[in-house]
């Protein structure tokens, strides 16, 4: 996708000037170590590459070694429409079959509003100038597409909450939270988009 210059972690925020430092890049997760399996660990940035053999383990641990079947809803656009073939490619490789329920525009908003899609979402979520709120992993907006109600994760959020307006407390807060948020696997990021903002002076 993107010609291999697309953006592997863009969630909960985009690696943007404004909040840089609120930010952690992948190449300082590879000393953040979660065990996965009894006697298998692996670095919060390895969750990130691909692993076929080590995914079926994970799957067989979890009873789904032969695989399963999902319902995932998707805005029929095809730049979404292409991110998430190459989805549903690699999870057959590991036994998910995955079903793309492709609807309007308006049908996606409402459902992911509502809370109403039966299994997936393959959607959207706040952007940087909310991420000390923390909607996009707490609380009970829809841009929490994942119903994510995690104490520790509340506890930063709070945390970021009375910080503010101080911007540098906020963004070193949001920046210690971002391996504990990413171990837990809340949303499955697929590349991002690079994009540019241009305008006349």
């Known amino acids: 996708l993107y010609d291999g210059q697309g953006v592997r972690l863009y969630w909960p925020i985009w690696d943007t000037p404004e909040v840089h430092d609120a930010y952690v890049p992948l190449s300082e997760l590879d000393d953040d170590m979660i065990q996965v399996l009894p006697g298998k660990t692996i670095s919060v940035a390895d969750l990130f590459s691909r692993n076929v053999e080590l995914a079926k383990e994970l799957l067989a641990a979890a009873d789904y070694a032969d695989g399963f079947k999902a319902e995932i809803l998707v805005y029929n656009y095809q730049f ?39 299994e997936l979402l393959y959607g959207s979520w706040s952007g940087v100038a909310t991420y000390f709120k923390g909607i996009n992993w707490s609380g009970t907006s829809m841009f929490n597409a994942s119903n994510v109600d995690d104490p520790v994760l509340n506890g930063y959020r709070d945390q970021m909450l009375a910080a503010y307006p101080d911007e540098a407390k906020c963004q070193q807060i949001h920046a210690e939270m971002m391996p504990y948020l990413l171990e837990q696997c809340y949303g499955i990021q697929t590349a991002g988009a690079l994009f540019y903002i241009l305008w006349w002076d």
Do not use: H, P, R
Not at 85 to 109: F, P, R, S
């Open 80 to 118: 979404d429409l292409d991110s998430i073939q190459a989805v549903k490619a690699m999870l057959a490789d590991v036994g998910i079959e995955l079903t793309l329920k492709t609807v309007d525009y308006a049908t996606w908003t409402a459902q992911w509003a509502l809370g109403t899609y039966n």
